[in-house]
């Protein structure tokens, strides 16, 4: 086991780990854990009952945190003509077509979140391998294949974050940092949460939501009571 270092230890004093909070009271916790010095990201983290592995019980989807991540996202648009023209009057920081492509194949990205008009997806399809590894590939069900340009970009950058369940049929986010203030990130929260209730997959049998636990980048995890989500 690794050794843990000073700073940590001293967070962990008076701390009892083993016990489960409530939404609210584990989120006030972590921001008290949260001492590094940089704005540290507060994420939360569900263990879900279900299989990844089968194409019923997958959970993927995007959700919009109504006070944003505290992160700037960088948006890359693959769009000609007047969707392209849309795409840079909505903010986006990356917009562009054969050259676009051409970047990324030479490993120039330079975006956090990659949207696509439909008529460019023939483009796309060919970087696959390249933007599949790294969670960037445009998905319709994910809103990043679309014509509404201006609005994808808009909600993107606004604190728009995605989520797809891992093998272990683990999801997490960040939803926020620790200088937002609790009830900020207490509502971040409850949106992820309840994204993640709305998508429970047909498949799932038994019990949806196992365990959840928040933390922040250097702190501890904090164990959440199940219970207090629907409170």
């Known amino acids: 086991m690794a050794k843990q270092g000073k700073r940590l230890r001293k ?26 010095k940089f704005d540290e990201t507060i994420e939360i983290s569900m263990n879900l009952g279900i299989d990844p592995r089968h194409a019923d019980q997958m959970v ?17 648009v693959f ?9 840079q009057a909505a903010g986006a920081d990356v917009v ?14 330079d975006f956090d979140r990659c949207i696509a ?29 679309t014509m509404d340009v201006r609005g994808a970009v808009t909600a993107a950058k606004a604190g728009q974050v995605e989520f797809r369940a891992e093998k272990a049929g683990i999801v997490h986010a ?10 900020k990130l207490l509502e971040n929260a409850k949106a992820f949460v309840d994204a993640i ?16 636990a928040v ?8 164990k959440v009571d199940v219970s207090s989500l629907t409170a």
Request: proline content about 6%; aromatic content about 2%; charged content about 25%.
């Open 11 to 36: 967070i962990n004093e008076g701390l009892d780990l083993d016990k489960s909070l409530g939404l609210a009271e584990a989120i006030s916790t972590v921001k008290t854990t949260a001492n590094a």
């Open 60 to 76: 993927r989807g995007v959700v919009g945190l109504p006070n944003g991540t505290g992160k700037t996202v960088r948006v890359g």
């Open 79 to 87: 769009a000609r003509g007047p969707k392209a023209e849309e795409a």
């Open 174 to 183: 960040g939803i926020g940092k620790a200088s937002f203030e609790a009830d």
């Open 96 to 109: 562009g077509a054969e050259d676009l492509m051409t970047a990324v194949q030479e490993g120039k990205i």
């Open 117 to 145: 008009t439909p008529d460019m997806m023939g483009l796309v399809g060919r970087l696959g391998k390249i933007l599949g590894p790294r969670g960037l590939m445009p998905n319709p069900k994910l809103g990043t294949v």
């Open 197 to 212: 209730q709305r998508a429970r997959p047909a498949g799932a049998k038994g019990t949806y939501v196992k365990k959840v």
């Open 215 to 222: 933390s922040s980048s250097m702190g501890p995890g904090i």
